[in-house]
């Protein structure tokens, strides 16, 4: 599984847990409610540790705990070669 999809998975469950919607966890974090909509909907294929602390904290968490979840077993990150002309910055 790829880290964004189960950065989604986690990030639905944990807001179904808590009974919240995706509005009032950006409030309770301080972030823009289009971090985490697009977080859910797998717009962003990476997000950074500073978004994933907000989120923690708007859930009253430690990162830790968010990442305590099945979906990270065996997580992939995107391929950022995915063309032989790419360049390594």
């Known amino acids: 599984m790829l880290l964004s999809d189960a950065i989604n998975l986690r990030i639905s469950e944990l807001l179904k847990k808590n009974n919240l919607t995706a509005y009032k966890l950006s409030y309770r974090a301080g ?3 289009s971090i985490i ?3 859910k909907r797998g717009k962003v294929k990476e997000p950074t540790i500073s978004s994933i602390i907000h989120i923690c904290e708007g859930l009253n968490i430690e990162l830790k705990d968010f990442f305590d979840s099945p979906y990270f077993k065996d997580v992939e990150a995107i391929d ?3 063309h032989n002309d790419s360049k390594v910055i």
Do not use: G, L, T, V
């Open 31 to 33: 972030i823009s409610n």
């Open 37 to 39: 909509s697009d977080c």
């Open 80 to 82: 950022r070669f995915e």
